[in-house]
């Protein structure tokens, strides 16, 4: 398995402000992603994060609302910007590797509330 | 990744009684695997199923791959407290996608 951290647990911020959310696992890993899971919702991945280039986008995302950093192969951030209401949500990392026998584990996730 | 389907969204269930949720859907998928995410926490990784027709135990836990690889199931024998939580399916492999799970209450 892997240990992943995220900063910060939860915050609450204003509307119109941006705030950026650090994932750091405790080893290299080949893929990592973000997930959204609105209250009482499912997990909507938001992007994957790519070392050295631009990340993924599903569609309904895009990189000016949710820029997303990766420098190297255990770290990666996602930035809420220009936040509303809307944007209140939980916040999740995730890891995937072969050397983590194809599985996808999560982050502890942020929970961010959005006044 | 490909279209899930859960069911039932919840149950509500007295401690002791068995459990089972079911996820399906209309194209052959790949794999399933199963999370458990308690009330304010994160997804948890349970079991990752591949091969057709293949179970798996956990303790409590059975978890079936159908044989045509189009559905599966988690079911919990003589439910606790703790396994209050709510359950999702995925599939896929880098890129998942998830059911919407079911909410799972246990009353002591």
């Known amino acids: 398995s892997a240990v992943i951290s995220q900063k910060p647990s939860r915050d609450i911020c204003q509307r119109g402000t941006s705030l950026t959310i650090q994932c750091q696992v405790d080893s290299q890993v080949t893929m990592m992603f973000w997930y959204r899971q609105q209250p009482g919702q499912s997990l909507t991945l938001i992007a994957t994060?790519?070392?050295?280039?631009?990340?993924?986008?599903e569609s309904g995302f895009v990189i000016d609302k949710f820029p997303i950093s990766r420098p190297n192969l255990t770290f990666s951030t996602l930035t809420v910007s220009n936040m509303s209401p809307e944007d209140s949500s939980i916040y999740l990392c995730s890891v995937w590797g072969q050397g983590l026998a194809d599985t996808q584990y999560f982050g502890p996730g942020t929970r961010l509330t959005v006044l | 990744g490909q279209q899930v389907m859960q069911i039932p969204q919840y149950q509500h269930v007295q401690e002791g009684e068995d459990f089972t949720t079911y996820c399906n859907s209309s194209?052959?998928?790949?794999?399933i695997q199963w999370y458990k995410q308690r009330p304010g926490g994160h997804p948890v990784f349970l079991i990752q199923?591949?091969?057709?027709?293949e179970v798996k135990k956990q303790k409590r836990l059975t978890f079936q791959f159908g044989e045509a690889k189009k559905n599966s199931s988690l079911h919990i024998t003589a439910t606790q407290t703790t396994d209050v939580g709510t359950y999702f399916c995925s599939s896929g492999y880098s890129t998942l996608t998830f059911g919407k799970g079911t909410m799972l209450l246990v009353s002591p």
């Open positions: 199923l591949v091969k057709s027709g």
């Open positions: 194209t052959t998928l790949s794999n």
């Open positions: 994060a790519n070392q050295g280039s631009e990340a993924t986008y």
